[in-house]
């Protein structure tokens, strides 16, 4: 039985009495403990995927499921929004215990695991800090400890760094690889940065342009923990790195 | 960037300084008709002499204490419908041809219906202040609740906020700022609306002092009415200011 489970999932969108496909017959499965990186051109429905497993958005036709291991009272999935995710009247401590105050559970859990996660992205000093006050990439930690916090089934993470240099990509990447090798969660994650997805994914898949299909399966072997450098110098990396850039560039052009 | 500030400070205490300096000037000598503009020392000597009579506090103290109540009167109501219409768009279609209907009709204009409905007690005057303070408030609040960026109705959501967990910790710290800037209005409004009140139909207050004494050509008494009002509209709204920031530290 594996962790994630889509079936026959697609959805439609209704746009001036015209319908738009954005997702077509997506069909997956994802391994407990997996990283697994949904790789597409802009506007590929990636982001309506991961939202309809937010449950943000409900599918046209097809089935999501998620198995549930913990207790009933863990929740299924936390997200990590794109920037401006970080609500800007609550401090960074209390964003972080955002998930766990929602779910009313005990005040000193709730202390304990926020503390935990803030000494984990390093801003155990700017807790009582509201967002106007940090970096982007601070803002991004914050958004990160919060999901992880939360202690979900599965992690969902739509573009989290897209917004942020590249120095700060890097030390955030590596941040977040840390951080999910000591939980072990079960990650998708959105991007559309091939780099970002070889250097943290276990498995890529390709999506195509819109209607969103997934047309290519890529596992990533290489070992763990990974660097930048790592990535980079890899032949076989750089063999799958030039597969997937072909393969985005014959899709942008098709919708061109 | 120390002295640049008092440069700045200096300027901005300079103007209002030199304004009553050249009243005073024109005034003493005769080029402003003394009858109609006495010279600010003389408004002054009156402000000090109605004060000590202790005729100046009761007229302020009914005038604050309408706005006060009309204030509270208005406010809360529009924060309420306000906070319903933002966050559920049924109340929206119904309340919003109510407020478009009544917006633009100047309260005073309505002071005969309110004095018909509530007499000419103190209860029509509360009422005069409460709704023209009530419409600012009503669609700021809404507006503000309106605007509140989406990806935060995502996270509250994606994290299981219930609805009373959604109103406390998004939809009303994230329309407030907005909504102060409704109640800063409100507020402006209000004390527009009590002076004029008071002129039409009222025994006392601050709005009565300054008629009464035009009427009896008793201008410098006029005048404290009118610096009482400046001083008051500026003192409201420093309070709303600290308000504010008390209320919103993390903008």
Redesign the interface.
């Known amino acids: 039985m594996s962790k994630i489970q889509i079936k026959q999932l697609s959805k439609k969108f209704k746009k001036r009495n015209k319908y738009i496909e954005a997702l077509d017959q997506i069909h997956l499965s994802i391994q407990e403990g997996e990283f697994v990186c949904l790789l597409g051109p802009s506007g590929c429905g990636k982001t309506t995927l991961l939202r309809i497993l937010?449950?943000?958005e409900v599918p046209t036709t097809g089935e999501v499921n998620i198995q549930q291991e913990g207790s009933s009272k863990t929740?299924i999935?936390?997200?990590v929004?794109?920037e401006?995710?970080v609500?800007?009247?609550?401090?960074v401590e209390e964003n972080v215990a955002?998930?766990l105050?929602?779910?009313h559970l005990p005040s000193s859990y709730i202390k304990e695991q926020t503390e935990h996660y803030l000494r984990k992205v390093g801003l155990i000093n700017f807790k009582k800090l509201?967002?106007?006050e940090l970096s982007g990439g601070m803002k991004q930690r914050v958004s990160i400890a919060?999901a992880f916090a939360?202690d979900p089934e599965i992690l969902l993470m739509d573009e989290p760094f897209a917004a942020l240099d590249e120095q700060n990509k890097f030390i955030l990447q590596e941040e977040l690889l840390s951080i999910w090798q000591e939980t072990k969660k079960t990650v998708l994650f959105i991007t559309h940065s091939i780099d970002e997805a070889l250097l943290l994914s276990d498995r890529i898949l390709l999506m195509s342009a819109q209607p969103g299909k997934i047309v290519r399966d890529i596992p990533i072997r290489l070992e763990r923990p990974r660097t930048i450098e790592q990535v980079r110098s890899d032949p076989e990396i750089t063999n799958t790195f030039l597969e997937i850039w072909e393969h985005l560039q014959k899709e942008v052009k098709q919708t061109r | 960037m120390k002295t640049k500030l008092s440069i700045q400070q200096l300027i901005t205490i300079s103007s209002p300084l030199i304004l009553l300096l050249l009243w005073e000037i024109l005034s003493q000598t005769n080029i402003l008709d003394a009858r109609f503009f006495p010279p600010p020392t003389v408004i002054l000597q009156t402000l000090i002499e109605l004060g000590e009579s202790g005729e100046l506090f009761q007229h302020v103290s009914v005038s604050l204490v309408r706005i006060l109540l009309g204030f509270l009167l208005g406010v809360l109501p529009a924060i309420c419908i306000g906070l319903l219409m933002g966050m559920y768009k049924h109340f929206k279609y119904f309340f919003s041809p109510i407020v478009m209907i009544f917006m633009p009709i100047p309260t005073l204009a309505m002071l005969p219906i309110i004095l018909i409905l509530f007499g000419i007690g103190e209860f029509s005057k509360i009422v005069t202040i409460a709704i023209s303070v009530f419409f600012p408030v009503v669609i700021n609040t809404a507006a503000g609740v309106a605007n509140i960026?989406r990806?935060?109705l995502?996270?509250?959501?994606?994290?299981?906020?219930?609805a009373k967990?959604f109103f406390l910790?998004?939809a009303l710290?994230?329309a407030?700022p907005v909504m102060l800037e409704g109640i800063q209005m409100g507020q402006a409004i209000a004390l527009l609306t009590i002076v004029a009140a008071e002129m039409i139909g009222a025994t006392s207050g601050i709005g009565y002092l300054i008629w009464m004494n035009y009427k009896a050509f008793l201008l410098p008494e006029m005048y404290v009415g009118l610096v009482l009002i400046s001083f008051f509209g500026y003192l409201f709204s420093l309070l709303l200011r600290g308000l504010e920031r008390k209320l919103?530290?993390?903008?």
């Open positions: 937010a449950g943000l929740p999935q936390s997200m929004f794109q401006n995710g609500i800007p009247w609550l401090t955002f998930g105050k929602m779910r509201y967002p106007k919060r939360n | 960026d990806i935060y995502d996270v509250a959501k994606n994290y299981q906020a219930s967990d910790k998004i710290p994230g407030l919103l530290p993390w903008k």
